[in-house]
């Protein structure tokens, strides 16, 4: 029997982010979403059907993009914030909306879309995380999708492109 058979806890927990779907649930980042603990949709998802595919890999927490205008997205927060393993969360779409300070309001990790490029950055000891589009290619700019890793004393993350050859 494995650890994790016991019950034992995981020394970090790992969350699937997706954004720009707009309406395109692709396999190739239904695979990278697998295994995620938790998913976290940064808006712009396009269609209801997106969040029940979604729901079906690990429970979700989505925000509503600037293109979710049909009925279903009402109830969708523009804003969301979770706690995972003593880390705060902070979940919008577009990162030029972020009327907060996050360090002061000891957020560990933004989480935005809507500019389809993918980024990992880290300023004033908060990581800032873009997993690019998963939907259309808009530009030149590559398909991704990321995964971030909570752990009890630290944070990380990981773009993953999306190769449509697979």
Known sequence: MTARARGAKRERTCIGVISDTHGIMRPQA?????GSDRIIHAGDIGSEH???ELRNIAPVTAVRGN????PWARSLPDVARIDVRGH????LHDLKTLDMDPAADGVSVVIAGHSH???IIEKEGVLYLNPGSAGPRRFNLP???AKLFVGATS???KIIGIDLKK
């Open 143 to 145: 398909l991704s999708a």
């Open 50 to 52: 997106i969040l029940a």
């Open 88 to 91: 705060r969360l902070h979940i």
């Open 30 to 34: 239904l695979e990278i979403l697998r």
């Open 67 to 70: 293109n979710d205008t049909e």
């Open 155 to 157: 944070v990380s993350a």
């Open 117 to 119: 490029k993918p980024a």
